[in-house]
């Protein structure tokens, strides 16, 4: 007889995982961080993702980026409607719902360019990170990148503890048959309870109350999955590093632009405390006593090859990049280690000015727009690393590829505007230009829908949207309190389109969404 344990490995399964877009899991995602940091990004034809979720990143990359893509999620209901969305779009994607092992086996998968794993390695067994260890080794080409975010030290030294007292209290005071959420929800609470009582513990970890207030406003699926799984490990990058050495990996950089910029990430006394530091791995190590960190988000590959000074400098100019939102709504703002930084004015300004449009622009094109603003290039490279930092900016690709994968990628975004109307709760569409997902809340596609269905007007959006809320029982939130009558929330969602179709549509319409 087979046990839920069996196939679980200790990993949470009575409640699904969210419906979120990861950008660090998309190929193009690549290219910023790798010209920067003087490596040659791969051509990514074969990939694969391993603990896909629902598979809304793996679809949106193989709908709208292209290419070869395999993947695994354990839980069968995942993988169901992953397959579903794989099978809306027709795009070259097959998903399993088989265990690492079971899919590491597999003697149909072929040499990958590109493996990916977001929020995997942290929560699961040794036995599962040696089998995926060894997949890397065998199946990861020369050349080939693979991504693997954890949650690592000492950003979580606090928080090993609080999150054991948090299962113990879900295991130990939980009522049988109470269900997974009350018992995390008072589990929760009991810690509330128990850092308001001045213990020692609290005063000597401040921090530690303000980070059970963050855990306790989260979607509860997410805190299942973060926090109460049976293999919970934050790891040292020292300690990741001695895992990927038998599949001969070099760390090339982190997928987050704008941590790969000191200047904003470390004070000038840190700096020069890094830089001295000869061994790559040790270097990493400090850095993260520096900021703190509590998960990274990192690039390795097997054989990187770093590019000459010509060649880097050529290969940056010719790599696109787009702007992801309207230009009014880019702030002048980035939040890092150091506190929040107010961006150049005579730097920024003239960059966002010359991609305002949301149409693909050469690094080439842009550093010939901002010249005239005393812009070189070495401060134009910067900033589109820290703006893609934001999720402001993005690398792109011409438009005759981007016009290749745009029947998949539509096809895909039908299936979700569809959905939207039945209340699904993915958040994003995908863009062939970019080669994966657009954020895009359940309103826009709700708006979206009524455009593809031929209606021109956003008050006829408005109406249909509201048909379809009203229809489930649910009101529009405004400033946090619903609204109460059908004329105040049709009068909102009225204003709301309006200002979708002026501001938001021009950017999806751009990107090739819509």
Known sequence: MVTTDDWTSGYVADIGYTYGYYAELNPLNIRLPFLFSGFAPPAVETACELGFGQGVSINAHAAAGGGRWWGTDFNPSQAHYAQSLAQASGARAQLFDESFAEFCARPDLPAMDFIALHGIWSWISDENRAVITDFVRRKLKVGGVLYVSYNTQPGWAAMLPVRELLVQHSEVMGAPGQGRIPRIDAALAFADKLMAANTAFGRANPGVADRLKKIGAHNRNYVAHEYFNRDWEPMSFQRMSRWLEPAKLSFVGSANCLEQVDSINLSPEQQALVAEIPDPAFKQTVR???????????????????????????????????????????????????????????????????????????????????????????????????????????????????????????????????????????????????????????????????????????????????????????????????????????????????????????????????
């Not at 509590?294 to 010719?318: C, I, M, S």
């Not at 300004?349 to 693909?360: E, F, R, S």
């Not at 901002?370 to 402001?392: P, Y």
């Open 288 to 514: 993260d006593f520096c900021i703190n960190q509590g998960f990274r988000k990192d690039y390795w590959v097997k054989g990187p090859r770093r590019l000459t000074g010509t060649e880097q400098v050529e290969r940056v100019r010719q790599q696109l990049v787009v702007l992801l939102q309207p230009r009014a709504e880019v702030t002048l703002k980035a939040t890092s280690p150091q506190g929040e930084l107010v961006l150049s004015e005579d730097i920024y300004p003239p960059i966002l000015d010359a991609l305002a449009d949301n149409q693909p622009k050469s690094i080439r094109q842009l550093e010939a727009a901002v010249a005239q603003r005393g812009v070189g290039l070495a401060q134009l490279v910067q900033a589109l690393m820290v703006l893609s930092g934001k999720g402001s900016v993005h690398a792109a690709v011409e438009s005759d590829a981007a016009g290749r994968m745009k029947p998949t990628s539509d096809k895909l975004n039908r299936h979700l505007v569809d959905g939207a109307a039945l209340g699904n709760d993915v958040g994003s569409l995908a863009s062939p230009v970019t080669g994966g997902g657009i954020s895009a809340p359940r309103f826009h596609q709700l708006f979206l829908n009524s455009l593809f269905a031929g209606k021109k007007q956003p008050e006829e959006w408005a109406r249909d949207a509201w048909a379809v809320i009203s229809s489930q029982s649910q009101q529009v939130v405004k400033d946090g309190k619903p609204l109460a009558t059908p004329a105040e929330n049709l009068a909102e969602l009225t204003a709301q389109a309006r200002e979708f179709a002026q501001k938001r549509l021009p950017v999806l319409q751009a990107l090739m969404v819509a």
